[in-house]
């Protein structure tokens, strides 16, 4: 299998840290991109042009990095990232929550890419609100996702992590202790070290 994915991207980093917890390393090859430049491999895999991309073995490829996330966790038994049962649906509604904070702050890091005077102010700040909103019920839940490994636990990392990459002025430690403390133990792990997120 191929993984195509951005150094930046944190969808892509979604999609590596479960590759590596899953012990699926072996297994996949890793292929960097710029999706900017459009390269062939990339479209090739993903008509849209985004990233993360896997390309299977039999040459049929999956996109979104929820869905490759859940096609990685059927390959192997242990640890089981999305359970069955009634847990799914908690660690689903988790999952999204960070999701949603991850989403909204793309969103307003790509705001602030444009020009100063071609931003719309009232959308960034809509955003930064939804990353305010989200943070505080991730806050109140961090202590409920457990001990064992799941995609929530994947899902609120990578989020978290993104806020102090490109949007560090976002002060959430202080009034988010549970997740601060939280975060410091969970980024420990190999495969958050293994796959901090880098400028391209």
Same mark, same amino acid.
């Given at each position: 299998?191929? %993984?195509?994915? #951005?150094?930046?991207?944190?969808?892509?980093?979604? =999609?590596? /840290? @479960?590759?590596?917890?899953?012990? $699926?390393?072996?297994?996949?090859?890793?292929?960097?991109?710029?999706?900017?430049?459009?390269?062939?491999?990339?479209?090739?895999?993903?008509?849209?042009?985004?990233?993360?991309?896997?390309?299977?073995?039999?040459?049929?490829?999956?996109?979104?990095?929820?869905?490759?996330?859940?096609?990685?966790?059927?390959?192997?038994?242990?640890?089981?990232?999305?359970?069955?049962?009634?847990?799914?649906?908690?660690? %689903?509604?988790? #999952?999204?929550?960070?999701?949603?904070?991850?989403? =909204?702050? /793309? @969103?307003?890091?790509?705001?602030? $890419?444009?020009?100063?005077?071609?931003?719309?102010?009232?959308?960034?700040?809509?955003?930064?609100?939804?990353?305010?909103?989200?943070?505080?019920?991730?806050?109140?839940?961090?202590?409920?996702?457990?001990?064992?490994?799941?995609?929530?636990?994947?899902?609120?990392?990578?989020?978290?992590?993104?806020?102090?990459?490109?949007?560090?002025?976002?002060?959430?430690?202080?009034?988010?202790?549970?997740?601060?403390?939280?975060? #410091?133990?969970?980024?420990?792990?190999?495969?958050?070290?293994?796959?901090?997120?880098?400028?391209?």
């Amino acid at each position: 299998m191929q %993984l195509i994915y #951005a150094k930046p991207s944190p969808y892509s980093r979604k =999609a590596r /840290v @479960t590759v590596l917890e899953k012990g $699926l390393a072996g297994r996949v090859e890793e292929v960097v991109v710029s999706p900017m430049e459009d390269p062939a491999v990339l479209l090739e895999a993903n008509p849209l042009g985004k990233v993360p991309a896997l390309r299977l073995d039999d040459g049929r490829s999956l996109y979104d990095s929820w869905v490759i996330c859940e096609y990685l966790d059927s390959l192997a038994p242990t640890p089981r990232l999305i359970p069955d049962g009634p847990a799914r649906f908690d660690v %689903l509604r988790r #999952a999204a929550l960070a999701d949603g904070v991850l989403d =909204a702050a /793309v @969103t307003a890091r790509m705001e602030l $890419l444009r020009p100063e005077d071609k931003r719309w102010t009232p959308w960034t700040d809509r955003q930064r609100r939804a990353i305010g909103r989200g943070l505080a019920v991730m806050e109140r839940d961090v202590a409920a996702l457990g001990a064992e490994l799941t995609l929530a636990h994947i899902e609120f990392a990578v989020a978290l992590e993104y806020l102090d990459f490109r949007l560090p002025d976002v002060v959430w430690r202080d009034t988010h202790p549970a997740l601060a403390a939280w975060l #410091a133990e969970f980024s420990q792990r190999p495969s958050m070290q293994a796959t901090r997120p880098q400028p391209s």
